[in-house]
């Protein structure tokens, strides 16, 4: 409330309080004065009663309306506001109640005494006999009615001719069940003037609905009326059986019966004699309403008072425990701005002082740990986004030894799907059983108080069609016996390096075995040609054949030399636009024979993109496969050698990569031997030197090119086409090179079979 309204509430407190001082100050001269004081002011008296009596009413509805709304509306603190004024209102009504009661016994008393009562009484006392008469048939009527009551609710649900027979019984004028509103459900008899029967009111209602049944005397306000037979006693009793409810709520009995005419003829009689005693009595009646009523509006104006006090001290005590429970709940719900405090000096402002340090402290507190949550989150999202950009495998294990951390070049690496055992044993994927106890046996050899870090190469063969992977790994232990696991992929690392030594020791053996080569090849000649004439017959034919041998293998130690000179020194590509196939069928134009003989076809696509590549470098990849090609079937019946070309697309129908094809259909390569083909001096040939596979990759890495090799099987069923499974037994090998190095369709110069 604010401040204009608590002075607004304490003028409307003391101006009543002045009215009630003028009462009681007229109430006391009119006691003193003369017999007919109350006469001639009793209109002014009357309206002034009234204006006190309107203010009130105003003040009344004013302070519950606002506090409906406040409670409606849900407004914090409403209640509790509501429980202290009705403590307070409690302490001043209940005094006032009793004042009331006692100085309303006195008045009266005391009036009494002024006048003779013996006629009084003698009209009183029939009065009282006709009331009392009249008393008896209402109450008779209400137990009747109730007993009714109870024997509907042991029968079936009441149907018009039930209530006929009971309307008859009773001797009633309408029997009817009412609704709990006071709506007419179910009716018998009734007046026939009128098109509806009366409702009962809303206070019998109310009365009638704790169970007693109500009864009451209506219709005598017109004794004209009344002595016509509108004078009437209607009772109404609460049907307990759920049945006759109907599941519609509760359910009333009401019996109208009307009133025997010479019964109330006689009523109204001794009424009449006793209104005109009352009339000779017109002064006391007057003096005893007025002091009555003066008195009933100070016990009002009091009662009204102490409300509107008990308001005002239930605010100012409320204020400070609603402002710290609507503390409490804002802070509840994660609101911790600044407080608002009391300056009072007393226990409670402290107590919201105190809330308001506290709530602050609170702010700073979560705002800090608000910024370090955020750096937190960042360094967070920064090592993310580092090891999701590392090209190492990144492997975080916890204490139980299951995987607690895997970025994406673990699984690049691996090429498995890691992120799916997060949670798991790393010996639970596929394949890495042997890696996983590998691991753990480090970390174990490793254990220590000084945490050592452990670095050690492993070979991978997850796959048999694929070769295995060296790794390099780096293991290092962590807080809390958390373990980190970082490998690298370094199998092109010693595939280069086994490459790179290969051709020293080839370039190494072409320089020291070349250099003597020519000289023994000229001593031999020299000594044919020197002493083939001195000899005749065996010996000249041994010379002949020994120098022979001589030079022969001479010639085949060059020829070997050249190729380790070639492998050693191979020269860097010069890559040009050109047409793959147009260099396949140069290429092929060499191989006429076997064409003829059917042993080698080609299949190539049409209109292939160019490539870059060099010509050179490419006539020699396809004459070393398709010579090994060849050879592989060279003592095999209906051996064949097939060249293809392919294009491969991409979703959008763009060109991807060219691919060539190499095919045989000869015994195929062994186990050992695939997974190392493309290394120096690996062969099947008797007489081959193991470097044409290694040729071909050079110059394939040269050219940005991928190149595999793998072995044909056999089909499940004789329609279906070669398949490199495991199902059946090899039937060919196959070598194939993917070119993504592929030339702008608008870049001239392409190097095709004329190159």
């Known amino acids: ?318 204020r400070p425990l609603l402002m710290l429970a609507d503390g409490v709940r804002q802070v509840a719900q994660g609101d911790l701005s600044v407080r608002p405090a009391l300056a009072s000096r007393d226990e409670l402002g402290g107590l919201t002082r105190s809330f308001a340090d506290m709530t602050g402290q609170l702010a700073d507190a979560r705002a800090q740990v608000s910024r370090t949550v955020a750096e937190l989150d960042a360094a967070r999202t920064h090592l993310q986004t580092i090891l999701d950009n590392l090209t190492a495998g990144v492997l975080v294990f916890d204490a139980g030894g299951r995987i607690e951390t895997v970025n994406p070049g673990a699984t690049r690496i691996l090429r498995l799907p890691l992120s799916a055992y997060v949670g798991r044993p790393l010996a639970d994927v596929p394949g890495l059983a042997a890696f996983a106890a590998s691991l753990h046996q480090r970390f174990d050899q490793h254990l220590g108080p000084e945490r050592e870090l452990w670095q050690e190469s492993f070979e991978l063969q997850l796959d048999p069609k694929q070769d295995p992977l060296t790794l390099l790994v780096r293991g290092a232990p962590l807080p809390q016996a958390n373990r980190l696991v970082v490998f690298d992929d370094i199998s092109e690392v010693v595939s280069a390096q086994r490459s790179a030594a290969w051709s020293e020791v080839a370039r190494r053996l072409a320089h020291e075995i070349k250099n003597p080569l020519t000289p023994i090849q000229l001593s031999a000649e020299r000594l044919q040609h020197k002493l083939e004439a001195r000899l005749e017959g065996a010996d000249q034919a041994m010379l002949v054949r020994s120098v022979a041998t001589i030079v022969n293998q001479v010639q085949a130690m060059k020829q070997l030399v050249n190729e380790f000179r070639d492998y050693a020194r191979l020269p860097s590509a010069q890559l040009h636009p050109l047409d793959l196939n147009g260099l396949v069928h140069e290429v092929l134009s060499l191989y006429a024979e076997a064409q003829e003989r059917g042993r080698l076809t080609a299949e190539l696509a049409s209109a292939l993109p160019h490539i ?78 193991g470097l044409g596979l290694a040729v071909v990759k050079k110059i394939a890495d040269e050219h940005g090119a991928r190149i595999s090799l793998r072995n044909l099987h056999a089909a499940p069923d004789a329609g279906s086409p070669p398949a490199d499974g495991h199902d059946g037994p090899v039937t060919g090998a196959q070598v194939s090179l993917s070119f993504s190095n592929l030339a702008p369709a608008t870049e001239p110069g392409a190097h095709g079979a004329s190159t």
């Open 1 to 318: 409330m604010s401040r204009t309204a608590r002075w607004g509430w304490i003028l409307t407190l003391v101006t009543l309080t002045g009215v009630a001082g003028v009462l009681a100050f007229v109430l006391t001269v009119g006691t003193t004065s003369e017999r007919g004081f109350f006469e001639r002011h009793y209109h002014w008296l009357f309206w002034v009663n009234v204006a006190v009596a309107a203010v009130l009413t105003m003040v009344i509805l004013t302070a519950a309306v606002r506090l409906v709304l406040r409670v409606r509306r849900g407004r914090f603190g409403s209640r509790l506001l509501f429980k202290l004024a009705a403590i307070f209102a409690l302490v001043g009504v209940v005094p006032g109640l009793m004042i009331y009661a006692v100085s309303y016994q006195f008045v009266n008393r005391s009036i009494e005494t002024w006048f003779d009562v013996r006629l009084a009484s003698a009209l009183e006392a029939g009065l009282n006999l006709g009331r009392g008469t009249l008393d008896a048939m209402v109450a008779d009527l209400g137990n009747r009615t109730r007993d009714a009551a109870d024997q509907l609710a042991d029968g079936s649900t009441p149907q018009p001719l039930a209530l006929e027979r009971l309307r008859d019984k009773l001797g009633a004028r309408l029997v009817a069940i009412v609704g709990g509103n006071g709506q007419i459900l179910l009716e018998s008899g009734g007046d026939t003037r009128q098109l509806t029967p009366d409702r009962p009111g809303s206070t019998m209602l109310r009365l009638a609905r704790s169970g007693a049944p109500q009864s009451q005397l209506e219709g005598l306000e017109d004794e004209a009326a009344a002595l016509q037979g509108d004078a009437r006693i209607r009772a109404l009793a609460l049907l307990p059986s759920a049945e006759l409810r109907l599941g519609l709520g509760e359910r009333y009995l009401m019996v109208v019966q009307p009133v025997p005419a010479s019964m109330l003829s006689n009523a109204l009689a001794v009424q009449a004699a006793n209104s005109e005693y009352q009339q000779r009595s017109l002064e006391r009646v007057g003096l005893r309403r007025m002091y009555l009523g003066t008195l009933t509006l100070v016990l009002i104006l009091a009662v009204f008072a102490a409300l509107l006090l008990a308001v005002t001290l239930g605010n100012q005590l409320a």
């Open 612 to 689: 870059k590549g060099d010509a050179s470098q490419l006539r020699q990849v396809i004459h070393n496969l398709v010579q090994n090609a060849l050879d592989a079937v060279h003592d095999q019946a209906g051996g064949h050698v097939t060249v293809c070309s392919t294009l491969s697309l991409t979703e959008s129908g763009a060109p991807r990569s060219v691919r060539l094809h190499v095919i045989d259909n000869g015994p195929g390569f062994a186990d050992n031997v695939l997974k190392r083909a493309f290394e120096p001096y690996v062969t099947t040939k008797t007489k081959g030197t």
